[in-house]
């Protein structure tokens, strides 16, 4: 039972450089997250996908873009990767954006931009 | 527009001995309030949860949490710590139809 898995786990990149983070559910969930963990901060939403074919801004969603690309899938791309978005980044499921429902996490990316 | 106030960065307990971390919320409506533990390099699990049912709310390992109204609390305790304990906690507060609500995370230190 994999949960949710996320791709890469580690990943380095120059600022300027693009690329895409994967992120797979086997749950059957309608509903799709990715966070950004930095210390202190706690988790903040980037953006999520509250069922297949529609996508919203959370609270920090400058420089990054998402597609939901099917029921499973909800990708995570950096177009122009810049230092301050070196960070922690998660992806969760959930089976409908309400309030009492539980979220299921990946084990994260560290992406560090040089 | 809901938040929630983690008080503590860092709180230190010796194993064996009642851990308490506590979290304060804002809601303009009956909110869903949860903890998370993360620990060291790994992704973030569900400790409990509370959806308007019980107020004093039981989670795995032997934690529990009480939903306080009057306060706009949610501490998390547990009678005897230990050193599995050791991770980042965080409190998360939801409105219906609404995403999580991260606090900052308390990390919690156990020595033997």
């Known amino acids: 039972n994999a949960g949710v898995t996320q791709t890469p786990k580690f990943q380095v990149l120059k600022t300027g450089q693009s690329m895409t983070l994967q992120c797979a559910q086997d749950m059957n969930h309608n509903s799709m997250y990715w966070y950004r963990q930095d210390p202190g901060m706690g988790l903040r939403l980037i953006y999520y996908s509250a069922s297949e074919g529609t996508t919203d801004k959370g609270e920090v969603p400058n420089g990054y873009n998402v597609s939901r690309l099917n029921k499973r899938e909800f990708s995570l791309r950096l177009e122009s990767a810049a230092p301050s978005q070196t960070s922690v980044y998660f992806c969760?499921?959930?089976?409908?954006?309400?309030?009492?429902?539980?979220?299921?996490f990946g084990q994260g990316t560290r992406l560090t931009v040089v | 527009a809901q938040s929630v106030t983690q008080l503590d960065s860092h709180v230190s307990v010796s194993e064996g001995t009642p851990v308490l971390l506590r979290c304060n919320y804002s809601?303009?409506?009956?909110?869903?309030l949860f903890w998370y533990v993360q620990h060291p390099n790994k992704g973030l699990q569900l400790l409990l949860k509370y959806t308007s049912a019980a107020t004093l709310v039981k989670g795995i390992n032997g934690f529990e949490a009480e939903f306080k109204k009057s306060e706009t609390s949610f501490h998390l305790t547990k009678p005897s710590a230990h050193m599995s304990d050791a991770a980042e906690y965080f409190c998360v507060v939801s409105e219906r139809y609404s995403t999580l609500t991260f606090g900052k995370g308390t990390m919690l230190l156990v020595s033997p």
């Open positions: 969760a499921s959930s089976e409908d954006v309400v309030g009492d429902t539980e979220a299921f």
């Open positions: 809601s303009s409506y009956s909110p869903s």
